[in-house]
T-cell receptor, first 108, second 112 residues
Framework: SQQGEEDPQALSIQEGENATMNCSYK?????LQWYRQNSGRGLVHLIL?????REKHSGRLRVTLDTSKKSSSLLITASRAADTASYFC????????FGAGTTVTVRA | DTAVSQTPKYLVTQMGNDKSIKCEQN?????MYWYKQDSKKFLKIMFS???????INETVPNRFSPKSPDKAHLNLHINSLELGDSAVYFC???????????FGPGTRLTVT
């Protein structure tokens, strides 16, 4: 079974709005990572947050981690058409375990 | 320069054939991976190599055989292809198991 599960499965927003997606996982982690996949492309690493961190920022991205709830969120602020993609969370272990992703569509 | 490259990008073949996918990384990473992404976008690890040694071998049919001639290359050979092997296969590399991974562009395999 997948370790990380993203929610919602799909999200459609207007350009300029914020997009928030969540990830829940089952077992203890050392870190949690977020990746983006544009249609027909490979995954691109966005951000890694360690288990002793609660929040991390990278440009328009903000990631939070709540280890007590075994959940993480990814916020994309001021979305652009180029943010249209699938977003995956991945938790570490002896292997990275990916969820099924949240598909984000940003409408112009 | 492309960090992680795969060839071919598309592969269409008939059932029963044998095919190979090649992967190369120029990032100097010690660890390389093969993933399979199905039509529902689930990404599952198949194999992981660290410095040419196999360290992860998930439940994958033994028709799939990875080969790492050196730490910059990890190839995937598939024997007796089946319809269910149709998927996108991604190669990735990284500095270690608990760090970020860098993915190749993927190889879309279609078995007819």
């Amino acid at each position: 079974s997948q370790q990380g599960e993203e929610d919602p499965q799909a999200l459609s927003i207007q350009e300029g709005e914020n997009a928030t997606m969540n990830c829940s996982y089952k077992t203890s982690i050392n870190n949690l990572q977020w990746y983006r996949q544009n249609s027909g492309r490979g995954l691109v690493h966005l951000i890694l947050i360690r288990s002793n961190e609660r929040e991390k920022h990278s440009g328009r991205l903000r990631v939070t981690l709540d280890t007590s709830k075994k959940s993480s969120s990814l916020l994309i602020t001021a979305s652009r058409a180029a943010d249209t993609a699938s977003y995956f969370c991945a938790t570490d272990g002896y292997k990275l375990s990916f969820g099924a992703g949240t598909t984000v569509t940003v409408r112009a | 320069d492309t960090a992680v490259s795969q060839t071919p990008k598309y592969l269409v073949t008939q059932m029963g054939n044998d095919k190979s996918i090649k992967c190369e990384q120029n990032l100097g990473h010690d660890t390389m991976y093969w993933y399979k992404q199905d039509s529902k976008k689930f990404l599952k690890i198949m194999f992981s190599y660290n410095n040419k040694e196999l360290i992860i071998n998930e439940t994958v049919p033994n028709r799939f055989s990875p080969k790492s001639p050196d730490k910059a290359h990890l190839n995937l050979h598939i024997n007796s292809l089946e319809l269910g092997d149709s998927a996108v296969y991604f190669c990735a590399s990284g500095p270690g198991q608990q760090y970020e991974q860098y993915f190749g562009p993927g190889t879309r395999l279609t078995v007819t």
